[in-house]
Each structure stands twice: as structure tokens, then as C-alpha cells.
């Protein structure tokens, strides 16, 4: 596996991968949000992919890259959502042995799911285990290998293909709205962006209380935020990828914060404007485009709905007021 950075032609290769195996998520639109927005707004249907969630695209590419004794030895993922599911049915369609160390407080929606797709899971206490601990003396012990949700190669190009669809299918996009954690899907989004020989600018979207994408591209290093509280789970990660830094930093996109208040809107909005459930992280990038304070007017906007999954308990409290 090589660990260098990923490249436009790797994300065209993963497409290729990817053919048959992924959801061509639909693309959707609504002449109501067009005219309320005066531009073009193209979303993106990652709720929609199997697993519920992008994820599964850079987990399928990522598994693909393993040798024998790799595969026969099996993967060990850590996780508490989407990057758990992913690897979970990836691997089962790899027919490789998977292992996923996720918090004992994890959503049982969650847990079930992984274990429905086949994964072994391993709990552990979040207040007082450190994961990687665990995850690395487990690895350890059964020889398996480790599968990070953003500091990959593959990951990166697998998820890359999300706004490859999009570019394809909706030629001359302005802008590309794409919601921000580990940044792997920005990463993989801006070498997309290349590799249709696009002039689209991307707008990168993080939660306001994890916005250390945006504070990484100003100080010129990996900003660390240690434990961010925001609604956005699927986006809480404290910090950027290296991968993924060095991809961003040198394509240099514009980056946007949104806050909880404003993704709940986007949340509700996107149920009642485009009969769409999906969880807090895939309403960020939206909320980017709503209140980002980008002119959308007369313009083409893509726009990426990455996921979901979310309890029912959990959402009907979101949509009601
Ligand atoms: C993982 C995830 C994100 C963020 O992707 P990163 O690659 O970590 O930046 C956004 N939305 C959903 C639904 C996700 O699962």
C-alpha cells in the first residue's frame, strides 16, 4: 500500500473500481430552493449510498489494496458510525475477516448494523480506554490492519468519487459545497475537481466548534481541536488527516463554519423541501451554502448530502421545533 499522496488519476481509478459496486447516487433538485436561492442547486444523494453514508466508497477502495496475507488476517477499523459500517460491508464483499473497536455508548442502531454486516465488534469504556490503545494491541496480537477513515490513500480517492459523479453528471458547476471533518471527502473532492479539468470552486464546510480546517490553512500546520461538541458526530474529528492537510493546503479552498442552530435548519429543510432524512453532518455542507454568506445567485451549486444515518428517537427531536 503505498502511503503517498493521492492524485487526480487515483480518483478516476477508483470510479472505475467503484463501477457496479457503489449506489450512482441520484442527483436532486427543487425549482421551489432555485428560485428561493436565484441559482442552480444540485444535491448530491450520499444519504442514499449503501451504508448510508460516502463512506463506503474509500472503504471499498482501500480493502481492495490488500495482499494475501492481508486479506487473510482481516481488518481492524475504529469507529463509533459511518467509517465502522463501511468497512464492516466492505470487507464482507472482500471476504476479509473485520474487527471494529467502537465506544460501549455507541448508538445500538450502530452496533447492529456492524455487527449485521458481519464485523466483529469490541467495545470499550470512551471515558476511561483510549482507542488506539486498544485498536493497536489488537491489531497487534491478531496481525490485522489497521483501516483509519481519513489518513489513506484510497480513502481519499474512493471518496472522491462522490463529486466525480457530480461534475460528470451536471457539467460547468460554479461552486461545490463539501462538509469537512478528517477531510478526506474535501481532499478527495478537490482532486476530483482536477480530474475533470473543472474550474469549480470548492468550499470546504466545518461544524463553528470544530473548524481547525480552517484554522490549519491560516497557520500553515495541522490545527488540533481536542474535543469539539457539536450535533455534527460525523464531523468531530479534532483534527485534519495529514493526507488530507497537504491535499487542502495546497489547493487552498475556501473554508466555512457552520453552527448547530444553522444545520438543524438545513436539517428540517432538506425533510420538508426534498422529502430527505438525513443526519446533522449531511445537512453541514448545505448550511454552508445557505448561510455561508457565498452569493449563490446565478450560479451552479453542487452541493454534497454525505449521510444518513441517525436514530429515529434522535431525528424526530430535530424536526420538531
Ligand atoms: C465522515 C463524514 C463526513 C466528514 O468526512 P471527512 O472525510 O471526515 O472530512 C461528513 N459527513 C458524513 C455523513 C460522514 O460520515
Redesign the pocket.
Known amino acids: 500500500m503505498s502511503l503517498s499522496l493521492p492524485t487526480p488519476a487515483d480518483v478516476l481509478a477508483a470510479a472505475q473500481l467503484l463501477k457496479g459496486v457503489v449506489h450512482h447516487t441520484p442527483v436532486l433538485r427543487s425549482t421551489t430552493i432555485d428560485r428561493l436561492f436565484g441559482g442552480e442547486l444540485y444535491f448530491k444523494c450520499?444519504?442514499l449510498q449503501r451504508t448510508?453514508?460516502?463512506?463506503f466508497r474509500?472503504a471499498y477502495c482501500a480493502l481492495a489494496q490488500f495482499d494475501a496475507r492481508q486479506r487473510d488476517k482481516g481488518v481492524l477499523a475504529y469507529s463509533s458510525?459511518?467509517?465502522a459500517q463501511?468497512i464492516a460491508l466492505a470487507a464482507r464483499q472482500h471476504d476479509i475477516p473485520a474487527l471494529i473497536v467502537m465506544p460501549d455508548d455507541a448508538a445500538l442502531t450502530k452496533l447492529e448494523a456492524t455487527r449485521g454486516y458481519g464485523a466483529q465488534v469490541v467495545t470499550y469504556q470512551r471515558g476511561t480506554e483510549d482507542r488506539n490503545t486498544i485498536s493497536q494491541r489488537l491489531a497487534a496480537e491478531r496481525g490485522m490492519s489497521i483501516v483509519p477513515?481519513?489518513d489513506h490513500p484510497q480513502?481519499?480517492a474512493g471518496?472522491g468519487t462522490a463529486a466525480l459523479e457530480l461534475l460528470q453528471e451536471v457539467p460547468k458547476l460554479d461552486y461545490l459545497f463539501?462538509?469537512?471533518?478528517?477531510?478526506?471527502?474535501?481532499?478527495?473532492s478537490l482532486l476530483a475537481v482536477q480530474a475533470a479539468g473543472s474550474g469549480c470552486e470548492v468550499f470546504?464546510v466545518e461544524p463553528e466548534a470544530a473548524d481547525h480546517?480552517r484554522q490549519s490553512l491560516k497557520a500553515g500546520h495541522i490545527v488540533t481541536i481536542a474535543h469539539p461538541r457539536t450535533i455534527?458526530d460525523?464531523?468531530q474529528?479534532p483534527a485534519?488527516?495529514p493526507l488530507?492537510f497537504e491535499i487542502i493546503r495546497k489547493a487552498a479552498p475556501q473554508l466555512l463554519a457552520a453552527s448547530d442552530a444553522q444545520m438543524l435548519q438545513a436539517l428540517r429543510f432538506l425533510a420538508q423541501r426534498m422529502k430527505l432524512v438525513?443526519?446533522p453532518?449531511?445537512a453541514?455542507?448545505f448550511a454552508g451554502a445557505r448561510d455561508g454568506g457565498v452569493a449563490l445567485h446565478g450560479k451552479r451549486v453542487g452541493i454534497?448530502v454525505?449521510?444518513?444515518?441517525v436514530d429515529l428517537s434522535r431525528y424526530a427531536r430535530f424536526i420538531s421545533d
Open positions: 450520499e444519504n448510508g453514508s460516502f463512506k474509500g458510525g459511518n467509517h463501511a477513515p481519513s480513502i481519499i471518496h463539501v462538509p469537512t471533518g478528517g477531510g478526506a471527502l474535501l481532499a478527495g470546504g480546517a455534527a460525523a464531523a474529528s485534519l488527516a488530507a438525513v443526519e453532518t449531511g453541514l455542507a454534497i454525505s449521510g444518513g444515518n
